[in-house]
């Protein structure tokens, strides 16, 4: 079945550490997006990738790191330096070119 | 880079009442415009998408959207919702910048159908 998987749903951890969320896509899409969702404040947008070995920050880049070493996989890692890093994480694939995004089931992170 | 706004954070209607969101963007060039639902506990799925072509389009469950590229306005509609329209609805550009198309997702509206 093709998809997008992120994994865990449900995250914890303790403040100070770094985590690492997983988002695997096997729709051959060159394009990767991580987002995070806060109430009423919309998607906000991370990092995005066109392309493997390439990405570039979003709006709200900082306290977060990426990498795009293969073309189904984009991890993100929230690191101890993001702020407010308890939120509900999506990430998205899509062809090049604008075309339509397809999601993931989301990953709740929360740090305590 | 590109912006979205939604005007309505909350929107409550009664079974049967009419729909529109509005949805404004601000980018000069050339965007791809999508509407996105999330039902309660679910994935975001997309409702529909204007690419080119008919400034309104049609989605699934009888939505539809009209484009109106001098207002850059890209509003969601329904004639008669349902008590299963209750979500959250985001509208979203793709537009080209900085040499690779960026995804931008307005706040959203909650939708609240009351039976």
């Known amino acids: 079945d093709g998809g997008i998987t992120q994994s865990p749903k449900y995250l914890f951890r303790k403040e100070g550490q770094n985590v690492t969320l997983s988002c695997e896509q096997n729709?051959?899409?060159?394009?990767m997006y991580w987002y995070r969702q806060d109430p009423g404040q919309g998607l906000r947008l991370i990092y995005y990738s066109q392309i493997v070995n390439d990405f570039q920050k979003g709006d709200i880049a900082e306290g977060y790191s990426v990498s795009r070493e293969k073309k189904e996989s984009f991890p993100l890692t929230v690191t101890s330096a993001q702020k407010n890093p308890t939120a509900f994480y999506l990430c998205a694939s899509s062809t090049q070119g604008g075309t339509e995004a397809f999601f993931g089931q989301g990953t709740r992170l929360t740090v305590v | 880079a590109q912006s979205v706004s939604q005007h309505n954070h909350h929107v409550i209607l009664s079974e049967a009442a009419s729909l529109e969101l509005g949805c404004n963007y601000s980018y000069g060039g050339t965007v791809n415009l999508f509407w996105y639902v999330q039902y309660p506990g679910q994935h975001l799925q997309l409702l529909l998408k204007?690419?080119?072509?008919?400034?309104l389009v049609k989605g699934i469950k009888g939505f539809e959207a009209e484009f109106i590229k001098s207002k850059f306005s890209f509003n969601l509609r329904k004639p008669s919702v349902q008590w299963s329209d209750t979500a959250e609805y985001f509208c979203?550009?793709?537009?080209?910048?900085?040499?690779?198309?960026?995804?931008?997702f307005g706040k959203g509206t909650k939708l609240s159908v009351i039976p």
């Open positions: 729709l051959n899409h060159d394009a």
């Open positions: 979203a550009v793709n537009a080209r910048w900085a040499g690779s198309y960026q995804l931008t």
């Open positions: 204007y690419f080119s072509g008919d400034p």
